[in-house]
Every structure is written in structure tokens, then in C-alpha cells.
């Protein structure tokens, strides 16, 4: 029978290190079959969140649930593969002795591990580095092994944790074909990262976090719906200095078009009428569905959003744009 509940729920929690609170009061829940993002800069708090639905942290107020427990050292937390921020293979080990050994140690027969563990080093392009030791191996070819030990034991629920972080663009399609794979599947997949754009191809849910609070919690198909009337696309001919005026928190080249992130009174029509008394020859004129990191800096605030890694001069500011 299929289980309704979520795969995860945090009720009001909150973790401080001395006088730092790195995650404030987070509710939470992740369905199950979601691929869910958890988004947010760095030092927001994704991590931290992570490691207390592993039951590495514990929160100082409010309750984790994982999988239909609270139990940090339910045995079901096995069947959850988790590949972590910071990355860490058994140096001395050959590769495919490490991957046995990871999956042996989350249930899976030794015979049955090195099968699995034959077919991703060919589908990751490392057969012929399967008797060498890991640290032999480049940066890029050890995190594709995490990535297999992660996985071996075909788990119900993964979490990753900035799992792009260092590889070339080839092997982030990879991998991202490979998430999704799962996600057709039926497996739930928690995908924590501060690059927006990669969560957007990725994620069907998002929770934005800044600061230790969540900002923004939902489906990202609604939350784009939601947010449409705050972006507006224009192509123009003529002079740009009606562009800045009221109305108007920042603008961005994106493709032919200039994007122009609203503030929440704006009056797209009299924006029209500021071009159109400026000389400009409207060409495109249309809200449009504004892109995650847009989303992001309107809520999230633009030191927020320059935390997160956007640039300075593409954030809202008092006045228009800096």
C-alpha cells in the first residue's frame, strides 16, 4: 500500500551554534516521489537542515521526521543515500573494493555490490580505474565514485548536497541525467544547491532559504505562475534611461529582450507610456514568467541575493538600479 505520508516533515525547527541560529524555526515537508530543491546561498542553513533530517545534528527545538520517524537510529535511515557537501572517499582503497565495502555496509551482498558497482563505473566512463586506489584518481573522477557509493544500494530517498560543485559541464549533465532517472523511478530526491538556474532544470518543488529562514516554499510551476506579474520582458529601439525610473527594482539582459523586475506597486502601463514620451520604438512589451533567481531576489532581498552569487547590479535597490 502506498504511503501518503511525506518522506519528510520538520515541524518548527530550530538549530544554534552558541550565539549563531543557523536554521530559525523551518517547516518543512517533501513528498514522497518529489524532486524537491533546497535552495538558498551559501551559509543560509541548507546543510545544517540536512545533516538534523540525517540525525547527524539534533535540533534544540522542534521535530524531525524521516521516512515516518522521528528516531534518529531508526533502521530506516538505510534506506536513504546521502552524499554530503564535503566529499571523502578511503584514500587507500581501490575503487571498486570501495564501492563493495559502501554497499556491504548498507546491506547489499558482496557478489551483488560488485555487479552493481561494474555497471556505474561503465556508465560513468571508469571501468579501467577499478583496481586503482581512489586517491589516484582526479577530484572530478573521486566525486563521481561518492556519487556511486551514494546510490549503490538504490535507495528510496537521496539527498544531495551541492552535488555539481567542481565538475566540468559534461559531467554535470551526467549526473543530472542520472538524477532524473531515479526520479522516474519513484525515488524521492532532496537536491540542495545555491545555483538557481541548475535547480529550475531540475526541481519540480523548491523551499528558498535565507538566513537561517525560509522564504518561499511550493511547487515551482505555481510559484512561477504566482510571481508572473513581477517580471516584464521589453525589446526596444531608442534610449534606455526610461528604464530606471519608479516602478522599476532592476533589469537584466536576458537573451534579445531586457527583463525588468517589477516592484510590487508597478504599473506596467505607465512603464509603457515612460518609453513611448522617451522616444523609444517598442518592439516587445509582455510579463512574462520570471526565472528562479528572480523569484529569489524578490523575496529573499538583494543582500540575499548577492550572497546567493547574483550579480550586484542585477538586484532590486531603492530607486532602480544601482
Known amino acids: 500500500m502506498h504511503d501518503a505520508r511525506p518522506a519528510v516533515r520538520l515541524r518548527g525547527v ?73 566529499r571523502g572517499v578511503y584514500r587507500k582503497m581501490k575503487v571498486l573494493d570501495f564501492l563493495v565495502f559502501m554497499g556491504e555496509i548498507r546491506g547489499v551482498p558482496r557478489g551483488e555490490g560488485r555487479r552493481r558497482a561494474g555497471d556505474w563505473l561503465d556508465r560513468l566512463g571508469l571501468p579501467e580505474w577499478a583496481d586503482r586506489k581512489t586517491e589516484d584518481l582526479s577530484k572530478g573522477m573521486q566525486q563521481k565514485v561518492q556519487f556511486i557509493a551514494t546510490v549503490l544500494h538504490e535507495p528510496d530517498f537521496l539527498i544531495l548536497d551541492e552535488p555539481f560543485s567542481g565538475l566540468d559541464p559534461i559531467n554535470q549533465d551526467v549526473l543530472e541525467e542520472i538524477v532524473r532517472d531515479f526520479h522516474e523511478r519513484g ?8 545555483l538557481m538556474d541548475q535547480a529550475e532544470r531540475l526541481c519540480q518543488r523548491v523551499c528558498l532559504i535565507s538566513r537561517a529562514r525560509k522564504v518561499l516554499d511550493g511547487g515551482l510551476r505555481g510559484l512561477k505562475v504566482a510571481e508572473r506579474r513581477g517580471v ?91
Open 14 to 86: 530550530t538549530k544554534r551554534f552558541g550565539s549563531h541560529t543557523a536554521v530559525d524555526g523551518l517547516d518543512l515537508e517533501i513528498p514522497r516521489g518529489s524532486l524537491y530543491g533546497l535552495l538558498g546561498p551559501n551559509g543560509s542553513g541548507k546543510t545544517t537542515t540536512i545533516r538534523m533530517i540525517m540525525g547527524i545534528l539534533h535540533p534544540d527545538e522542534g521535530t524531525v521526521d524521516l521516512l515516518g520517524s522521528d528516531d534518529p537510529d531508526d533502521t530506516r535511515r538505510r534506506r536513504v543515500g546521502y552524499l554530503p557537501e564535503e
Open 232 to 322: 516584464l520582458a521589453v525589446a526596444f529601439d531608442g534610449p534606455e534611461a526610461w528604464l530606471d525610473g519608479p516602478g522599476v527594482n532592476s533589469r537584466e539582459a536576458v537573451g534579445d529582450a531586457i527583463h525588468l523586475l517589477l516592484a510590487d506597486d508597478a504599473d506596467p502601463q505607465a512603464i509603457l507610456r515612460r518609453g513611448i514620451d522617451a522616444g523609444a520604438v517598442i518592439r516587445r512589451f509582455e510579463l512574462v514568467e520570471p526565472r528562479l533567481h528572480e523569484i529569489f531576489v524578490r523575496h529573499a532581498g538583494a543582500d540575499a541575493a548577492v550572497d546567493a552569487g547574483i550579480p550586484r547590479d542585477r538586484v532590486p535597490v531603492a530607486g532602480g538600479v544601482s
Open 187 to 194: 525515488t524521492t530526491i532532496l537536491f540542495s544547491t545555491h
